[in-house]
């Protein structure tokens, strides 16, 4: 069974502070990862895509993949009220689907 | 354009009823997906097509009918539902180089 781990939370920062979202996967084929962002009752919101070791940065988001360790992460700077959501890590495999985590659920206090 | 257009936004519907969701993407997608989600729950998936042929069902009730009669065009036909199917529905497409994938704005479904 493949697995997509996530510390559900809820993850409380401070408005400006460094959020630092966590997920872990047990399938060592896949190739290709997502982050997303679900605020209440809407659809998830693509944030970042990453398929190779290291960092990849966008503005204010930067995730980051080690392979080896299995284990991929997402870091919010300067975290505003607004990024309160849940934050989904999607895994994909050749020939399956995206594989969702339970989700973090991040509160930003201003 | 990144953009993936479901209809309806809202629907309610009888046990009895049949009814259709919409999905459309302009993308070129290869890959369509259909997902429901449950309130503080993941998305769950149910069907995936992989260049207009269903290449998995994730043991979906009958009641759940997917189609898909084009590269852009991706159906879900409903038929009979019970109220636990009362849901938000998402339709997602993903390239063929796997590096994005996004979701429509779902349609939130209540069975009564």
């Known amino acids: 069974q493949k697995e997509v781990e996530q510390n559900s939370g809820p993850l409380s920062v401070p408005e400006g502070a460094i959020a630092s979202l966590n997920c872990t996967y047990s399938?060592?084929?896949?190739?290709?990862f997502f982050w997303y962002r679900q605020y209440s009752g809407k659809s998830p919101e693509l944030i970042m895509f990453i398929y190779s070791n290291g960092d990849k940065e966008d503005g204010r988001f930067t995730a980051q993949l080690n392979k080896a360790s299995q284990y991929v992460s997402l870091l919010i700077r300067d975290s505003q009220p607004s990024d309160s959501a849940t934050y989904l890590c999607?895994?994909?495999?050749?020939?399956?689907?995206?594989?969702f985590g339970k989700g973090t659920t991040l509160s930003v206090s201003s | 354009d990144t953009e993936v257009t479901q209809t309806p936004k809202h629907l309610v519907m009888g046990m009895t009823n049949k009814k259709s969701l919409k999905c459309e993407q302009h993308?070129?997608?290869?890959?369509m997906y259909w997902y429901k989600q449950k309130a503080k729950k993941p998305p769950e998936l149910m069907f995936v097509?992989?260049?207009?042929?269903?290449?998995i069902n994730e043991s979906v009730p009958s009641r759940f009918s997917p189609e898909c009669p084009n590269s852009s065009l991706l159906n879900l036909h409903l038929h009979a539902l019970q109220p636990e199917d009362s849901a938000l529905y998402l339709c997602?497409?993903?390239?063929?180089?796997?590096?994005?994938?996004?979701f429509g704005q779902g349609t939130r479904l209540t069975v009564v």
């Open positions: 399938d060592r084929g896949s190739q290709s």
């Open positions: 097509y992989s260049y207009e042929k269903l290449s």
């Open positions: 997602a497409s993903i390239n063929r180089a796997n590096t994005e994938a996004f």
């Open positions: 993308m070129g997608h290869r890959a």
């Open positions: 999607a895994v994909h495999q050749a020939g399956t689907a995206l594989i």
